[in-house]
């Protein structure tokens, strides 16, 4: 077999081995990343000041999927999230600090955990961390707020897990935020 022919043959089976793995990749999504968070998983706590209590809402509907919306209530139950301080859920480098046009995301920070871990925080009113830098579990990175250059919302955070660059249902905390979750939780960041 001649050189240029064999490297034919690896260019043909390399494109049979991709038209094979896609449809099952595409099949299970879920299932795989649910699988594949519980052992590497870090143990992320809320991104909020130790013992404030927020209502956090996997909604349907939400974009993207099993992403967390938290929103912060006074006594009397009327909306005070506007301007709270957001922290690290946990220890990472900040891989991205930017105001999105292109998404509904507004002002966002993305944190990398490693083994494939992220942690996003969107709609900031201010960004307190740039990209490149190294922040521990609890540091401030931004304040709560309502940016977006698409949509027009009331404050709240916007909080996604990602695990090799899929959003996943988010464990905080020990708790599973399954999708249509929607509860109370105290954070227990910063004690
Ligand atoms: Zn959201």
Same mark, same amino acid.
């Given at each position: 077999m ?7 043959l690896?260019?043909?089976?390399a *494109?049979?081995a ?7 990749a595409v ?5 795989? &990343?649910s699988?594949?968070t ?5 143990t992320?706590?809320?991104p909020?000041e130790?013992?404030?209590?927020w209502?956090g ?18 006594a009397?139950?009327?909306p ?9 859920? #946990? ?9 999105? $046009?292109? &998404?509904?995301?507004?002002?966002t ?9 992220? $942690?996003?925080? #969107?709609?900031?009113?201010s960004?307190? *961390? ?6 521990? *579990?609890?540091?401030r990175i931004?304040?709560?707020g309502? &940016?977006?250059?698409i949509y ?9 897990q ?7 249902v988010?464990?905080?905390q020990g ?5 249509g ?7 227990k960041?910063?004690?």
């Amino acid at each position: 077999m001649n050189r240029h022919f064999r490297r034919l043959l690896a260019a043909a089976s390399a *494109v049979a081995a991709v038209a094979i793995v896609t449809p099952t990749a595409v099949a299970a999504p879920e299932t795989a &990343s649910s699988d594949v968070t519980i052992t590497s998983r870090p143990t992320f706590k809320m991104p909020f000041e130790c013992g404030q209590k927020w209502r956090g809402s996997n909604w349907n509907g939400h974009s993207p999927a099993h992403a967390i919306d938290w929103n912060h209530y006074d006594a009397n139950g009327n909306p005070d999230d506007d301007g709270r301080r957001v922290f690290a859920s #946990a220890g990472g480098k900040v891989l991205a600090s930017y105001y999105s $046009t292109t &998404s509904g995301y507004g002002n966002t920070i993305v944190i990398g955990h490693g083994d494939g871990w992220r $942690t996003r925080y #969107a709609h900031l009113k201010s960004r307190g *961390v740039a990209k490149g830098d190294t922040v521990k *579990v609890g540091q401030r990175i931004g304040r709560v707020g309502a &940016s977006s250059a698409i949509y027009n919302i009331s404050p709240h955070l916007h909080y996604e897990q990602i695990h090799n660059g899929s959003v996943v249902v988010s464990v905080v905390q020990g708790v599973t935020w399954e999708d249509g979750l929607t509860r109370y939780q105290t954070s227990k960041n910063r004690c």
